[in-house]
């Protein structure tokens, strides 16, 4: 797909992917994507972001939304408006490398049902990471929008960006979009970064920024006097705070100038007033730290996205008051790491490390496998080589690797298809993608074991506080229980006809008890009833905050007892396991 140039700025609106992702967590279903879909068709955008990113992981965890389905619903309310997803290079829409056959298949898939547009990044800026997911995206004859993660650091500089988008441009890519995911970018580095750019090649130049910082209008500014083809907005329900700026407000400030982008008010206020009906049905989810403006993004750089995700783990964690001992961790971790571009997965990876420096008392007590691998090279190459004295602490001698990290995975898409069919999984041919993407959580979607969460809804204020309950009704996967609480911490439930459902998992001090660090998923339980396990084995993996974080054995012992299956949501303070 070929687009012309001219002196008219194109529009990118990302309402249904970026600009939820970044103040709702994700959260905004098919069923009301679809009504703003069909407004969005009339406007005339250059494209509009809708698919990829963290939609993927969201539509399956939380909504029980098939990410394909809704793909092909939006191509069919789209279409005269070319779709573009966010694609994370070598790790897709997931949070670590694929062999190149599963990229090769899931591109594919994506542009057979309805992406014409393929934002291609990596995190790290090592397009080693991103050659396998262009190729097959020109093979395919659609738009490779190479991007350059933009990032402020000791070690990045104007000129190393331009040399990127020159190296975009030579490898076919169509357009080169500046990624800036937390909203960095300032005016002058803005005019002199495209200035740059057009100067060395002749391609399209998209500006992608965040409203974090409260900088992003100005920049905006500054890139339309500079000569930015494309710009990236989003309707003004889901625009600004970490979100990117209005679409109307660009829209209008370029009305009857020589850079007009062409697009009709009156159509835009269609669409707006369908995301105004449907903001209001998701207002419980915007927290007011993604909404207001946050200057100390500069110093801690997170992604707008990643914060309102990141308010919402802490949430869980039972852990929102230790907030901003996160944020001034986060440019600690990075700087260790290598100052990576804190984007997807990176900026999961740096900003989860910071977390469990904070709450658990130490910095790199516990340290996640994403970490090891980062530091071992399986993402890639860092910005700047890692300190010897924090490599040591974090994988103490394990082997480095210097090749392109997906070089050394084995094709996986064969065995897994065989995999999946035979656990009954596979209605089409994309489960099986779907599978390979995420093969801890999607085998309950894929079987139609999951239910959507519910919509949250405002809480009422309270004259005073409320007593505490002595019975309630509470869902467990889809199956309503009524249950009488004997106490806060008492040992049993009871369900529907006064039997026990299940004994809770213990909690307090128990001799020998290993507790869980924090509130997650039960991933993997890597030891058996009587085995001997030795100071420093992983006897559980949890998957929080989505990455892996292994809990490991304080002492030489023996295992007597185990508390916990395979996906059970553990609190923190629960006890998992008995080492003797």
């Not at 990045?156 to 979009?177: K, N, Q």
């Not at 269609?270 to 730290?289: E, G, Q, S, T």
Request: proline share 6%; with cysteine; hydrophobic share 40%.
């Amino acid at each position: 797909m070929t687009f012309s140039k001219s002196s008219r700025v194109h529009i990118t609106d990302t309402t249904l992917r970026d600009a939820h992702q970044s103040l709702i967590a994700t959260r905004l279903r098919t069923e009301d994507m679809i009504p703003i879909a069909e407004a969005i068709n009339a406007v005339g955008f250059f494209s509009v972001e809708a698919w990829g990113g963290a939609t993927f992981d969201s539509c399956i965890r939380f909504l029980n939304d098939d990410p394909w389905m809704r793909l092909r619903a939006l191509k069919e309310a789209l279409p005269d408006t070319p779709i573009q997803m966010l694609l994370r290079g070598q790790n897709l829409v997931g949070y670590r490398h694929y062999p190149d056959d599963v990229v090769e298949r899931f591109v594919t898939a994506a542009h057979t049902n309805g992406v014409d547009i393929f934002r291609i990044f990596d995190a790290l800026n090592d397009i080693r990471n991103m050659t396998s997911s262009m190729k097959a995206v020109s093979d395919l004859g659609a738009h490779i929008q190479g991007a350059i993660s933009y990032t402020t650091s000791p070690v990045h500089t104007i000129p190393g960006f331009i040399d990127m988008a020159e190296d975009l441009y030579s490898r076919g890519c169509d357009s080169v979009c500046i990624k800036d995911m937390a909203g960095l970018i300032m005016p002058e580095d803005t005019r002199e970064l495209i200035t740059g750019i057009k100067e060395r090649v002749d391609i399209l130049v998209d500006l992608h920024s965040h409203s974090t910082s409260g900088i992003a209008p100005m920049s905006y500014q500054a890139a339309i006097e500079a000569g930015v083809d494309i710009l990236d907005t989003a309707m003004s329900p889901f625009a600004f705070g970490t979100s990117q700026p209005a679409t109307e407000s660009v829209v209008a400030s370029l009305i009857g100038t020589p850079r007009d982008t062409g697009i009709d008010l009156l159509a835009l206020r269609k669409v707006r007033n369908r995301c105004m009906d449907i903001r209001k049905k998701y207002d419980a989810l915007v927290d007011p730290i993604s909404e207001r403006i946050d200057s100390d993004v500069l110093v801690y750089q997170l992604p707008g996205g990643m914060i309102s995700n990141l308010v919402s783990q802490l949430k869980e964690q039972d852990a929102l008051d230790r907030l901003q001992e996160v944020f001034s961790e986060v440019p600690k971790v990075r700087e260790d790491l290598g100052y990576p571009p804190l984007v997807t997965p990176t900026s999961q990876i740096v900003a989860t490390q910071a977390v469990l420096n904070v709450l658990m008392g130490g910095r790199y007590q516990n340290v996640t496998k994403e970490v090891k691998d980062y530091v071992r090279g399986l993402y890639g190459r860092p910005p700047q080589p890692i300190r010897d004295e924090v490599r040591q602490r974090i994988i103490d001698g394990e082997v480095m690797i210097t090749v392109r990290p997906a070089d050394l995975l084995e094709p996986i898409y064969e065995k897994m298809k065989l995999e999946a069919e035979g656990m009954g999984l596979v209605s089409k041919e994309e489960d099986i993608l779907t599978y390979i993407l995420y093969p801890a959580i999607a085998p309950a979607f894929l079987r139609g074991e999951k239910t959507a969460e519910a919509i949250p809804t405002a809480k009422k204020a309270t004259a005073a506080p409320a007593e505490f309950p002595h019975a309630m009704e509470v869902e467990v996967d889809g199956e309503i229980f009524s249950v009488r609480i004997v106490s806060v911490e008492g040992s049993a439930v009871t369900g529907p006809v006064g039997s026990v459902v299940k004994s809770q998992i213990p909690r307090g001090d128990l001799p020998g008890g290993i507790k869980s660090n924090m509130q997650g998923m039960v991933l993997d339980i890597k030891v058996s009833r009587g085995q001997i396990v030795k100071k420093g084995d992983t006897l559980v993996v949890l998957e929080a905050m989505k990455m892996e974080n292994p809990i490991q054995c304080p002492t030489d012992g023996k295992v007597i007892e185990i508390f916990v299956d395979v996906g059970a949501v553990v609190q923190n303070g629960d006890i998992l396991l008995v080492i003797q």
